[in-house]
């Protein structure tokens, strides 16, 4: 790969900003607790970015340009929530959302499959990790100190550069390896990491290695995808889809629609029935049987997805059983939904008996995902051109982001403390575990009843998050939910 395209001066300028970009990030994060930081820097990205690739992306409404929508509110939400789950997820799904999306940005690349994509992005990481020393190593070629220095010699450089970026993580698990299979060695190592714990005392060390990574990554990212002159990678040919003939997917799609009919029979009879169809069954409560049976059922529901998806993909179109299998998935389709609201009333059941969490929570979201997946089959069945894959990941991102935003620590303990009012039942450490964003809810339970010994518990906890948050924190850390906690703790406790 060359850079016939980009002129030294272009070169330069994109390591300076990506120089800068690395100061910016060192600034915002480096030894601070996240916070507005995120989404800062989030900017500081799409800036660069733009700077990059002006010449090359023009708006038009795509995939694309909708993934702004999601990555910008993920990135918002480090610094208005503070739930530990939610943020250690985006924390680990926008670099990959960001990656995607400015590749597809520039590439202008159709994608329609799972495995196409799988193709596509193995092809370009490839093309990175083979090409990004070089990018950075162009800048060395292009200041005016490497003019003296003959290209051959250059060619040495940058190939002895390259070996010693490649060695390193082989040299990790090697001396990883060799360290756990001697002891003496393993002591030898130990010592030379102590040996070199003084550059941790040297001033501004740990800032120059923080700019120096930042940068050669987004220097090399940024050169290689976005500027460099890169053949054009090309959608894979999907080919024929068709293999497997009708009559095998309606065998099989009539056998388990046999079966989720006879089940969807006896929700009806008896978990939307009631309590008093139960009550028939000797030695079985309402309870007992409706908070039976959710995870199986979750995992029946994504097995059915799985089964349109592979008979869209496989099935040949031969006109003679089309419309019976058209029909038969339709069904398949209207069972799934009767399924997911059993595991959705089940899971509501549950959470009455033995309260709300994350995880619960999370739950009747997945549910919800899944309802509106198979919506979205449903009208693929009707309509054949709709490309499926985007249809599921921009509902999933939707979904997602949408999570985010409900402040899901606020409604588990409301939920838990109006539970708690009716029932008595209240799980008082799992409580004091939610972040901030629970914090002006759990002020109502300590205002319940000052005799009752969860209000005076709860009582002590808010206390005690006071002294907390009473230490003062850089305002690259500031957090809209930890702010109004302290806000709201000041006024109770004045």
Known sequence: MGYTNITAREIRLLAVLALIAGGVFDYLFNGKLIGVSYPLFAVVFYCLFWIASRRQVAFQLDFGWFLFIPILLL??????????????????????????????????????????????????????????????????????????????????????FIGLILSVPLLVIVIALLAEADTVFQSLIVNALKSLEFIGTIPFAEHVAVIGITTVLLFGYLAIVLKAQVEGVSAPIEGDTGGWDTTIIATVLVMVNAVY????????????????????????????????????????????????????????????????????????????VIILYS??????????????????????????????????????????????????????????????????????????????????????????????????????????????????????????KQSELHSESPWQSYNFSKAKAKRILSEIHQ
């Open 75 to 160: 990135a918002i939400a480090f610094a208005i929530h503070s739930n530990p789950v939610l943020l250690a997820l985006n924390f680990v799904l926008i670099p990959p959302l960001l990656l995607l999306q400015t590749t597809l940005l520039v590439y202008r690349y159709e994608w329609s499959s799972v495995r196409s994509v799988v193709r596509f992005l193995g092809r370009l990481l490839r093309q990175i990790f083979d090409n990004a020393p070089k990018a950075f190593l162009e800048v060395i070629s292009l200041a005016k100190v490497a003019d003296r220095v003959a290209p051959e010699k250059r060619k040495t450089l940058k190939n002895i």
């Open 343 to 464: 595991a959705h009333l089940r899971l509501k059941l549950y959470e009455e008996a033995y309260g709300y969490t994350y995880a619960r929570i999370f739950a009747h979201t997945f549910i919800c995902l899944l309802f509106i997946l198979f919506l979205l089959m449903l009208y693929k069945l009707w309509r054949r051109k709709l490309p499926l894959l985007k249809a599921f990941a921009i509902a999933a991102l939707l979904v997602y982001t949408g999570l985010n935003y409900v402040n899901v620590d606020a409604m588990i303990a409301r939920k838990n403390i109006d539970r708690y009012f009716r029932t008595d039942k209240i799980d008082l450490d799992y409580l004091q575990e939610l972040s901030y964003d629970a914090i002006p809810e759990l002020t109502h339970l300590r205002t319940a009843d000052n005799e009752d010994m969860a209000a005076k518990t709860i009582a002590a906890f808010l206390h005690d």
């Open 261 to 336: 009919i006879l089940f969807c029979v006896i929700q009806f009879r008896y978990l939307f029935g009631g309590e008093e169809m139960i009550r028939a069954i000797p030695d079985y409560t309402y309870a007992e049987y409706a908070r039976r049976g959710f995870s199986e059922l979750i995992v029946v529901t994504v097995i059915n997805l799985s089964i349109l998806l592979i008979g869209l993909r496989v099935t040949k179109n031969d006109g003679k059983l089309d419309r019976l299998v058209f029909m038969l998935r339709c069904l398949l389709v209207l069972c799934t």
